[in-house]
């Protein structure tokens, strides 16, 4: 009798990052850690789960200005992409606004991207009622309140600070109130004072995660930009751990030197042809 081979209908990984994951972290009292790549490729997320990094805040490759109908159909192979490289970590994506136009939209878009490899959605400012219907049919929305980003600043006057009065802290914090309310599993926080930050963290029952936000919160993002020293100038926010253009430079120049001096490749870089074969080969080029 051939042996039955064991079929596991679950796409999700054991030991895998999960919303429910994030929520144990925060009721435990454990910051949370939170890596941004911003169109950095796949490894260096798989870098940041290899340094127990616990959450990836994936968007599709873009300069900013790139068409949202190709980013939108790309997303499923990047998020596959960034999976195959990364079985472990949490992957929050960020979805395009076209995808979530309508709770039916948002529904047949998240679900899909669900399915692709991602852990949560982060659809910026969507609306309550889309919120709720997305979370009643069990997508796990983590979410995003303070400043927004790209073309949803120009209400609010560019990407700035939020919240420096009382009365638009408390706006911050009812529009983060209805979110979980609603279903918003997390949050991420963005410019606000840093004892909102921490307040807002403190009042709501889901995790909330700082950006640009100072107080610690119920833990932290910052974008690979700035982490690795990418960026002409540093933002305020940011604290730089390394400079990836250095190192690299410097590894690109140490090889260069080796190919312009001779010193790579050595003979243990190749194989050599058998003698005979290689008497017959050039025998025969010789006569060609």
């Not at 659809?123 to 400043?147: C, D, R, W």
């Not at 073309?151 to 009812?174: D, F, H, L, S, V």
């Not at 020293?229 to 751990?241: D, L, V, W």
Request: proline share 5%; charged share 20%.
């Amino acid at each position: 009798m051939a042996e039955e081979k064991k079929v596991n209908a679950s796409r999700v990984v054991k030991g895998r990052k999960s919303i429910n994951y994030l929520q144990k972290l925060k009721d435990e009292g454990t910051p949370i850690v939170q890596m941004c790549p911003a169109g950095r490729d796949q490894f260096f997320t798989q870098a940041a789960e290899m340094a127990g990094c616990d959450i990836c805040r994936l968007t599709v490759p873009g300069d900013g200005k790139s068409d949202p109908k190709q980013q939108i159909e790309i997303a499923p192979w990047w998020i596959q992409t960034v999976r195959r490289a990364a079985q472990y970590i949490h992957i929050n994506f960020y979805m395009q606004t076209p995808t979530y136009a309508s709770k039916e939209k948002a529904l047949e878009y998240g679900a899909y991207y669900m399915n692709c490899g991602a852990d949560s959605l982060l659809p910026m400012g969507i609306s309550n009622e889309t919120l709720e219907y997305m979370a009643n049919n069990y997508l796990p929305v983590f979410g995003h309140v303070g400043a927004l980003s790209g073309w949803q600043t120009n209400r609010q006057g560019g990407y700035k600070r939020m919240g420096q009065t009382a009365e638009e802290a408390m706006k911050i914090y009812r529009q983060a109130y209805e979110y979980q309310e609603c279903g918003m599993m997390a949050m991420t926080i963005e410019l606000t004072p840093i004892e909102v930050t921490n307040a807002i963290a403190k009042k709501l029952r889901v995790p909330v995660i700082s950006i640009a936000a100072g107080g610690a919160a119920d833990g932290c993002e910052m974008v690979d930009f700035d982490t690795f020293g990418m960026m002409p100038q540093a933002a305020s926010h940011a604290k730089t751990y390394g400079n990836f253009f250095q190192w690299a430079t410097e590894i690109y120049g140490a090889w260069a030197n080796d190919v312009r001096t001779g010193a790579y490749p050595e003979d243990k870089h190749g194989y050599h042809m058998e003698e005979p074969e290689l008497d017959k080969f050039l025998t025969m080029i010789e006569n060609a």
